[in-house]
């Protein structure tokens, strides 16, 4: 079993940064790809970004690239996703998940991949 918490939700204004980070615990991170997800009012829960075991495969939407980035630090069991120039149709729940792919360098992008769910950061990006 693993456990997921994320930190670093806040209330910002338009063009602003945050930095989240979802500290995994129960295994070592390094078994699991990660991923961000993202669900506003209303709305389904998207994938944001995602980053596979090692950290050399990423994968981001359209609307964050050149915004947003995914790392991870597996000394620190920690991922992280950095979000630049902010905007208003950011503001969501932001959700860290993992999952253990049959391939190394996979980067799980459905939803349904994911077996486990941290409980959720919000952020608000003020206009």
């Known amino acids: 079993q693993v456990q997921l918490v994320e930190s670093g939700g806040g209330v910002v204004q338009a063009g602003g940064s945050l930095r989240l980070s979802c500290a995994v615990s129960?295994?070592?991170?390094?078994?699991?790809?990660m991923g961000w997800f993202r669900q506003a009012p209303g709305k389904e829960r998207d994938l944001v970004a995602a980053i596979n075991l090692s950290g050399g495969g990423t994968y981001y939407i359209d609307s964050v690239k050149g915004r947003f980035t995914i790392s991870r630090d597996n000394a620190k069991n920690t991922v992280y996703l950095q979000m630049n120039s902010l905007k208003p149709e950011d503001t969501a729940v932001y959700y860290c998940?993992?999952?253990?792919?049959?391939?190394?360098?996979?980067?799980?992008?459905?939803?349904?991949?994911?077996?486990?769910w941290g409980q959720g950061t919000q952020v608000t990006v003020s206009s």
């Open positions: 998940a993992a999952t253990r792919p049959v391939y190394t360098r996979t980067v799980p992008k459905g939803r349904n991949e994911y077996d486990y």
């Open positions: 129960g295994r070592t991170s390094t078994r699991y790809a």
